[in-house]
């Protein structure tokens, strides 16, 4: 491979990894560099690794997966060399991300992970998580791996519906509850008054 091609294929991972500005898995990059076919997968493989080695590149594993991010020498580099990437490459890249960016994005937010515990059943941790803020997070024990997978694989497909659900029927006022808190009240205050006229007698 000519050094020409290998730079621009190098500029054009780091130009993706600062455009989506979220860390992404190799999945994800390869689906855009290699299923595009602006190379092939072994020298994406190769790519990657120089890059990592060089330091442009850095890698965290997250949510049961290996996710890669532009370093800030990765930054530098790619502002020094920017105008090497072809219009056509630029504009492939910034519609990619127009419009992958926020299904990554809700995928690094909505996790779900399970554990084994010692009474032989699995924990599933599921969370929704907003600029490192934890907006809802709920364990559930299953009896099995395979629940634990089906628990995982449902959460994260069916979000919207169930974060939406479990909040309207948190915030609902239960049918009766404004009586039952009523006749509550009216207890207690008699039961207080009762020990006050006991007191003085």
């Known amino acids: 491979?000519?050094?020409?091609?290998?730079?621009?294929?190098?500029?054009?991972?780091?130009?993706l990894l600062y455009q989506m500005d979220i860390?992404?898995?190799?999945?994800?990059?390869?689906?855009?560099?290699?299923?595009?076919?602006?190379?092939?997968?072994?020298?994406?493989?190769?790519?990657?690794?120089?890059?990592?080695?060089?330091?442009?590149?850095?890698?965290?594993?997250?949510?049961?997966?290996?996710?890669?991010?532009?370093?800030?020498?990765?930054e530098q580099v790619l502002s020094y060399f920017s105008g090497q990437i072809t219009p056509e490459r630029r504009t492939a890249v910034l519609d990619y991300t127009a419009k992958n960016k926020g299904s990554i994005k809700k995928d690094i937010n909505v996790l779900a992970n399970y554990f084994y515990n010692k009474e032989n059943d699995y924990t599933v941790k599921c969370g929704i998580y907003e600029d490192s803020k934890t907006l809802l997070e709920i364990n559930v024990t299953v009896p099995s791996k395979e629940?634990?997978?089906?628990?995982?694989?449902?959460?994260?497909?069916?979000?919207?519906?169930?974060?939406?659900?479990?909040?309207?029927?948190?915030?609902?006022?239960?049918?009766?509850?404004?009586?039952k808190s009523l006749?509550?009240?009216?207890?207690?205050?008699?039961?207080?008054e009762k020990k006050k006229k006991e007191k003085k007698q």
């Open 23 to 74: 860390p992404m898995t190799v999945t994800q990059i390869t689906e855009f560099t290699v299923d595009k076919e602006y190379m092939d997968y072994f020298s994406f493989q190769e790519h990657m690794s120089e890059l990592k080695e060089a330091a442009l590149v850095d890698e965290k594993y997250e949510n049961e997966q290996t996710r890669y991010f532009i370093t800030a020498d990765g």
């Open 183 to 192: 006749e509550i009240a009216e207890a207690l205050a008699k039961k207080k």
């Open 147 to 179: 629940d634990a997978k089906l628990l995982k694989k449902n959460w994260k497909e069916n979000i919207p519906y169930l974060y939406g659900h479990i909040l309207h029927t948190l915030l609902q006022q239960p049918e009766g509850i404004e009586e």
């Open 1 to 15: 491979m000519q050094k020409k091609q290998l730079a621009d294929n190098k500029l054009l991972i780091l130009f």
